[in-house]
């Protein structure tokens, strides 16, 4: 069982959020464009400066290093960044990634060059990045954003299969509400300096 615990968070606009995700949750997050969505992601993840607390069980952020609290509280963000030439590269020792072949991919993705892929084809693969790093929560900034309707379905499937196969918390910050009512145990929008909770029946 993990469980990310938010205490009292504040960055930017945003004051004194607080919020629990249990095993296999998730937890959407949406407001209007600049209302402060991904500073809140990054504020989780650790790579934006901070008030309040942010815990993984009973690990405080605080008293983990940085680059090791990024590796458990993994945040895919929606332009992800590609360091290496190839998509091979970027997965850990070489590995084949998992979900290629059902996010419409041939085996031999993994010997293409970064440059060569498109803007969608870059969101599914940091998807599976994310995932073969073994995080154990996972930060979603509209991971299906630049997808057709037919391919963001079969991202959601596979994501929340694996989701609740390895019992991962999960905020997603989304958009579109039938993608909301899909995927969300609980909805909260941002209004002003708060987050507020829409629908935790789902």
């Known amino acids: 069982m993990t469980t990310l615990t938010i205490e009292a968070l504040s960055i930017g606009m945003l004051a004194g959020v607080s919020l629990s995700l249990g095993s296999g949750e998730v937890v959407c997050v949406s407001g209007p464009s600049g209302s402060g969505k991904s500073r809140l992601l990054k504020a989780i993840a650790d790579l934006e400066p901070h008030d309040g607390r942010v815990c993984l069980d009973e690990t405080p952020q605080s008293s983990m290093p940085a680059s090791r609290w990024r590796q458990q509280v993994m945040m895919v963000p929606a332009d992800s960044q590609w360091w290496f ?5 970027h997965f850990p020792d070489g590995r084949e990634a998992d979900g290629l072949a ?5 085996e031999e993705t993994m010997g293409w060059t970064v440059d060569r892929l498109s803007s969608g084809e870059r969101q599914r693969l940091a998807l599976l990045r994310a995932m073969a790093r073994e995080p154990s929560v996972l930060l979603l ?11 963001t379905e079969v991202v959601e499937r596979w994501l929340m299969q694996a989701i609740r196969k390895r019992g991962m918390p999960v905020l997603w910050v989304a958009h579109d509400n039938d993608q909301i009512h899909r995927v969300a145990d609980r909805h909260y929008r941002i209004l002003g300096s708060n987050l507020e909770l829409v629908d935790g029946s789902h």
């Open 85 to 89: 030439e190839t998509v091979g590269e």
């Open 102 to 106: 059902e996010f419409g991919f041939p």
């Open 141 to 151: 900034d509209e991971p299906t954003a630049n997808l057709d309707g037919a391919m």
